[in-house]
């Protein structure tokens, strides 16, 4: 995956935004216009997604999980860029106006974390992979640390999330007749308040490096990467809403909320020598699936205005998806008593479910296509 400065963007996201703020209170605003528009923002985004526990918190004796320590914390800065076509194709059912519009956008988010684990007068640190060879038989090269561990634990951690949406939008206005003879149709503006409905594709992949080391006596290290793929397939409803408020600026609030099938693909590589046992290195790969639905709302909210035939604005924008899958690793001994490869026998690593929420704040900028 190329990564991103995401440093640079929010320099350019600063800059873009300072202008617009100028740009919001000069002079000389225009009257809205009922052409097609094609509009473009960037912004900087923060989303918070679920973390990553890969530590297993062991008692002294490494006979007993007690719990799970993060490793990542979900919390993933980045920058968020959306387009959008929309009033095309102005036709009228009855009294209701609608208009065809297309959107789409790219999000990239990233992270870097460095956590600890070091063993106390009552616990101590281990890690499992992602596959118990034979969890029957002891011996199976299963765990790696225990035994006065000092885990120092690095993540590098990317989420991309985009899509795209067709888009059909309806209000009760009538019509606004051009008085040209020459006009080919009436030119149609729709009202302050409109209805959406549309069909939507999002795709979301996050990927993850581990790297480990024991720096305690063992001095085991442990690499993991994941690769988690999801693609969501809805569609969704939603509104519209614009007012004027003065000194030529417009406030804008829309908002839509969707129901999509979520289809997750993972794949996951694991690497380690176990500190228990035999020592024997263990190199392991698993692929899993998941297929769940998925709630997706969002909220935009708009300040914007006109300057001739060019608009401007800043914006705010909350989302909010229901699921997202966790890896949940094979850390949980299922006996109840020494773990692993002295006896062995674990639940195995699955895909669990979890939520994510971002905002974005930005820039945007708004022009006819015609």
């Not at 959406?196 to 063992?218: C, F």
């Not at 914006?315 to 966790?326: N, Q, R």
């Amino acid at each position: 995956m190329i990564r991103s400065d995401v440093t640079g963007v929010g320099q350019w996201v600063c800059c873009i935004a300072t202008l617009c703020i100028a740009a919001l209170f000069s002079s000389d605003a225009r009257a809205q216009t009922a052409e097609p528009e094609l509009s473009f923002g960037i912004g900087w985004s923060m989303m918070n997604i679920n973390d990553v526990e890969f530590t297993a918190i062991s008692n002294f004796l490494v006979t007993e999980v007690l719990d799970h320590q993060s490793n990542e914390d979900g919390k993933l800065n980045g920058y968020k860029l959306n387009g959008e076509l929309s009033g095309l194709l102005p036709h009228y059912r009855g009294s209701w106006l609608a208009t065809l519009g297309f959107k789409g956008f790219y999000s990239h988010y990233e992270d870097q974390e460095q956590t600890r684990c070091v063993y106390t007068a009552s616990t101590d640190c281990i890690y499992v992979p992602l596959i118990d060879p034979d969890p029957t038989i002891s011996g199976t090269p299963s765990s790696s640390g225990g035994f006065f561990a000092d885990w120092l634990t690095d993540v590098d951690r990317h989420v991309v999330y985009w899509g795209g949406a067709v888009e059909y939008r309806f209000s009760r206005d009538g019509p606004q007749v051009q008085s040209l003879k020459d006009t080919p149709a009436p030119q149609a503006a729709p009202g302050p308040f409109q209805w959406l409905t549309g069909l939507s594709v999002r795709q979301l992949n996050q990927d993850m490096s581990l790297y480990s080391v024991d720096r305690g006596p063992t001095a085991d290290p442990v690499t993991l990467t994941d690769e988690i793929d999801t693609s969501y397939y809805g569609g969704y409803v939603g509104f519209s809403s614009k007012k004027e408020i003065g000194y030529g600026l417009r406030l804008l609030l829309s908002g839509e909320t969707g129901l999509y099938y979520a289809r997750t693909d993972y794949n996951g590589a694991y690497s380690a020598t176990a500190s228990l046992g035999d020592d024997s290195p263990v190199s392991q790969s698993i692929s899993l699936s998941d297929d769940a639905p998925a709630f997706i709302g969002l909220l935009h909210l708009l300040l914007e205005r006109d300057f001739g035939r060019t608009t401007v604005g800043l914006f705010g924008e909350a989302e909010w998806l229901s699921y997202v899958p966790k890896v949940l690793y094979n850390d949980t001994d299922l006996n109840g008593g020494v773990p692993f490869d002295i006896i062995g026998s674990q639940d195995g690593t699955a895909l669990g479910e979890g939520s994510a929420f971002s905002y974005t704040v930005g820039a945007r900028l708004r022009i006819p296509t015609n």
